[in-house]
């Protein structure tokens, strides 16, 4: 037994040993608790000097912050909440006692508090060791800059110099390059990347591809790889985090934001990039899109276009491409030239065509490639893959399938051929293209502009050469076809201009059972240019124009009853429209416009779908094509528009039963078997008609027009021809014809037109082209300041004008401010007593064109150094008019200087008489 008694001692003690250790713990728990506290405020006061030095370093672009330094408060930010944690455990242990407060209740829990607090001590102690720093950043060496991958530009010196001009002095920063696909918007991105911003210092440039599908998450991540910004600081953020993160950086810096393909408005101040507001801080874009220019923020100058190549520039970029070697064999300099004219200044084409060519080396592989390039481009190597598919971008962008469709239709038109946009329009109409044509062509017709305007912005139209006409790029144009017909799948589309092919064609039956839109061009007789009679049980749409057919096309073609656009307009052979006419009872348009038409068919009445009959010009002889009012008319030399003229023949009841007209032409043309207050009366009983283009050759007539409300509402345009007594009541009806835009009027004499405005101050007039040719008795035009959309004024012969707006009566302020602001042309010619155009010098914002020709007592011009004539193209006076132009007197030398570097001798109607 004895032996036992140590034993039991050794294991007391120990025993007794631990107690006095845990008990310790537990009562010297507050005290730790205590230190524990006092060792995190001290290093939390480190911390918060740590990140006063750290928020100023942030604030200097050209330091950044040390990782360790990051890392060191990272750490005591998650020691500073696990410290307050366990003191606030250790609090409540602390409180919660038994047997009358003396004991815990939970020893063991106060045990591994106590445990855990001289660990946070031990780590507290560490932070504090390690948080003495020297400095808490570096200077941050320049950025990395990456020079991009591009070829050898050709033809872009120009552009780019103003692209750095634009950098160094437009103080918006904002520039957009914009132009159609493959023009090379992205290759000049990148030069100027490569030969302008590597010579900037202390410059950080960020390339983004924004692209079709771009996200806000990808512009921001393109951005934060750029600006080196810690992975730590960037992870599990959500776009409105990044982009403080983002905005605090680059507000700080100089940067350049390069952003490629952009399709639409991005929100940059949103995903973190500061609005530009130094010359050190820029924003340049690309994009198809002209009307993106304006939604981020580039202005006028900012919004610089990229063109296609001038002829000699594309020739060099396609020979850099198919190489000189084989340029210079023999007979392929000139086949080259015909390849690249075919391109029309397309990069993308010149270079997608150069590339398929070096193979090419014998005059016959060259005149077959090019005999493909203009028949089927589709089928040259590389097109479809390289351009087609890059341009369908464009298509597929566009708002719906009414845009699509529109845009598609333009190419039923020939390789640049100018399309007038009314004619368009109203095509479009037919077609069933405009939601708003059933019951408004007016509202139809903005909304016909407005997807002009919007085509033309995403660069898939451009202007035509003459004024009121739009065009499609040749390359645009194949694009289109391509896409009209399923990416060549089907024949939906077909197309011929004659002008450059011939020969017989052999009938294919499938083909021509495929298609809808027919469209045939060309100085060549149709009817003789197929091996059979084609069957088309699907057409929907026949443009046959400018042709030499002689027959009408039922003669050259089995057509069907579901024809809805009938064109033949200037096809001067065809003589006659065969009864046969009244079996096309789903015609929609019919345009008949300047053939040798003599009689219109009492079957005509039968069309009861028939929304748009254009019946210009028809049986003028001795004509001739010229540029009248920015449109093309046919004129006879030497007289009146309608001298040796065979009548059409109109019979009656035919017009009236044309229920569904809405549009209505007959210009240029003088009818006979109506008389013209039948055919006017006809027309006024047309419930949907809304739009009458006409001309009248008696005083009947006009009296018709002016008791007439409906047709008052209704006449868009008039010309008016060997009228007197009743001009001076049509001049003051002008503001009740709420849609009339062109009054015509030859060889009038005016009867008692008063000098001074028919109207008061409120008064309004819609005209925007008025011509007065040989009209006499008038003194002045002052009731033209009513006429705020006047965009054309000619006058010519009009002997007795002395003024055009009078000195006695000159308007309001308002009117004095609005007087001619939309004018754009201006044409005086042959006004012998005409001294004023008006008495002090006003506005002209939009005027382009002036022409001034035997005005001899004329002897001042209504401009000073205020006026607005920064659209200003050309100032034309007659050959004969240098005296004149001697005598002339200016406001003061800028406008002389002005006018005189615009100046031009031998204006358009002293060239017209030169050709006569």
């Known amino acids: 037994m004895s032996e036992f008694i140590p034993l039991v001692i050794d294991i007391l003690t120990c025993l007794c040993g631990y107690c006095a250790k845990w008990a310790d713990s537990i009562r010297n728990l507050g005290e730790s608790l205590n230190s524990l506290e006092s060792a995190s405020k001290q290093l939390d006061d480190m911390y918060r000097d740590v990140k006063m030095k750290v928020e100023a370093a942030e604030q200097n672009p050209r330091l950044t912050v040390l990782n360790r330094v990051r890392g060191w408060m990272r750490r005591e930010e998650e020691l500073r909440k696990e410290v307050e944690e366990i003191v606030k455990q250790g609090r409540r242990e602390i409180q919660a006692k038994c047997f009358g407060g003396h004991c815990p209740k939970n020893c063991w829990a106060i045990y591994k508090l106590q445990n855990m607090v001289d660990q946070k001590l031990s780590d507290v102690d560490d932070l504090k060791s390690e948080g003495h720093f020297d400095d808490v950043a570096e200077k941050i060496p320049r950025y990395r800059f990456d020079e991009l991958p591009v070829a050898k530009l050709v033809g872009v010196e120009s552009t780019f110099e103003k692209l750095c001009s634009c950098f160094e002095n437009n103080p918006r920063g904002i520039i957009g390059l914009w132009g159609m696909g493959g023009v090379g918007k992205t290759s000049l991105l990148r030069k100027f990347n490569n030969d302008f911003l590597s010579k900037k210092a202390n410059i950080v440039v960020i390339l983004v591809v924004a692209s079709k599908d771009a996200n806000e998450g990808k512009i921001q991540d393109a951005i934060w790889k750029k600006l080196n910004v810690p992975d730590d600081t960037w992870d599990n953020k959500t776009v409105d985090e990044r982009a403080v993160l983002l905005c605090n950086i680059l507000k700080n810096k100089a940067f350049v934001l390069l952003l490629d393909d952009v399709w639409g408005w991005i929100d940059l101040l949103k995903l973190g990039v500061p ?67 075919e391109c029309k200044g397309l990069p993308l084409a010149l270079c997608t065509v150069g590339r398929a060519m070096t193979s090419k080396e014998t005059p016959d592989e060259w005149k077959r490639s090019l005999e493909i390039l203009r028949r089927n481009p589709s089928e040259v190597q590389g097109i479809v893959d390289e351009v087609y598919h890059l341009l369908e971008f464009s298509y597929d962008r566009l708002p719906n399938d009414t845009y699509k469709s529109c845009f598609l239709y333009c190419a039923l038109f020939p390789e640049d051929y100018n399309i007038e946009k009314r004619e368009l329009i109203l095509l479009w109409i037919a077609e069933g293209f405009l939601a708003k044509s059933d019951y408004d062509i007016h509202e139809a017709h903005k909304q016909g502009e407005d997807i002009i305007s919007r085509l033309k912005y995403a660069c898939l139209l451009e202007n035509g050469e003459e004024e009121d006409t739009i065009k499609m790029h040749d390359v645009i144009r194949d694009t289109a076809l391509w896409l009209a017909c399923d990416h060549k799948e089907t024949t939906r589309f077909i197309v011929r201009d004659y002008s450059k092919t011939s020969g017989l064609e052999v009938y294919n039956h499938p083909m021509w059972k495929e298609v809808e839109k027919l469209s045939m061009w060309g100085k060549a007789d149709v009817s003789r240019n197929f091996s059979q009679k084609p069957h088309c049980p699907n057409l929907v749409t026949l443009l046959i124009r400018n042709t030499w057919i002689k027959v009408f096309p039922t003669e050259v073609f089995v057509l069907p009853s579901t024809v809805r656009v009938l064109d033949l307009s200037s096809n001067w052979e065809i003589k006659d429209v065969p009864s046969e006419i009244g079996d096309f009872v789903n015609l929609e348009h019919m345009n008949l416009s300047y053939t040798g038409i003599r009689k219109l068919p009492e079957e005509l009445k039968n069309l009861k779908k028939l929304k748009v009959l254009l019946l210009d010009g028809i049986r003028v002889r001795s004509v001739r094509e010229i540029l009248l009012d920015g449109i093309r008319v046919h004129f006879v030399p030497g007289g009146s528009l309608l001298d040796e003229t065979e009548w059409l023949e109109f019979p009656e009841k035919v017009i009236s039963g044309l229920l569904s007209l809405q549009a209505f032409s007959m210009r240029w043309s003088e009818i006979r078997g109506i008389d013209e207050n039948v055919l006017l009366n006809e027309l006024e009983s047309l419930d949907h008609l809304q739009d009458i283009r006409i001309a009248v050759f008696n005083t009947s007539s006009i009296e018709k027009i002016l008791i007439s409300s409906k047709l008052q509402r209704r006449i868009c345009e008039l010309h008016v021809e060997r009228v007197h007594s009743s001009l001076h009541d049509l001049f003051s009806s002008l503001g009740k014809m709420e849609h009339v835009e062109t009054l015509r009027v030859y060889y009038s004499e005016a009867v008692d037109i008063p000098r001074r405005s028919f ?58 401010s609005t007087l001619f602001c939309s004018l754009t042309y201006l044409q005086l010619e042959d006004l012998t007593k005409l001294r004023s155009i008006c008495k002090m010098a006003i506005q002209f914002p939009c005027l382009k064109v002036i022409e001034v020709t035997n005005c001899p007592n004329l002897k001042k011009l209504p401009f000073n150094s205020q006026s607005a004539l920064n659209n200003l193209q050309r100032f034309s006076v007659g050959s004969l008019d240098d005296r004149w132009l001697d005598q002339l007197e200016w406001e003061d030398e800028a406008t002389k200087h002005l006018l005189s570097s615009k100046l031009k001798k031998g204006n358009y109607f002293s060239q017209l008489n030169a050709i006569s």
């Open 275 to 341: 609005f530009p507001n130094n010359h050190e801080c820029k924003i340049i874009f690309t994009t198809r899109l002209k009307v993106v220019c304006g939604q981020m923020g580039a202005d006028a100058d900012g919004s610089i276009p990229v063109n296609c190549l001038p002829p000699d520039e594309a020739y060099d970029l396609f020979k850099e491409k198919v190489g000189v070697t084989t340029l210079e064999k023999p007979n392929i300099l000139p086949l080259a030239k015909q390849v690249v004219k």
């Open 759 to 816: 109207w008061g101050p409120d008064y309004r007039i819609t005209l925007c082209k008025l011509v007065l040719h040989r009209c006499g008795n008038i003194l002045d035009l002052s009731w033209l300041i009513h006429a705020q959309n006047l965009e054309f004024l000619e006058l010519a012969s009009c002997d007795s004008l002395v003024e055009v707006i009078s000195s006695q009566d000159f308007g309001t302020e308002m009117q004095k």
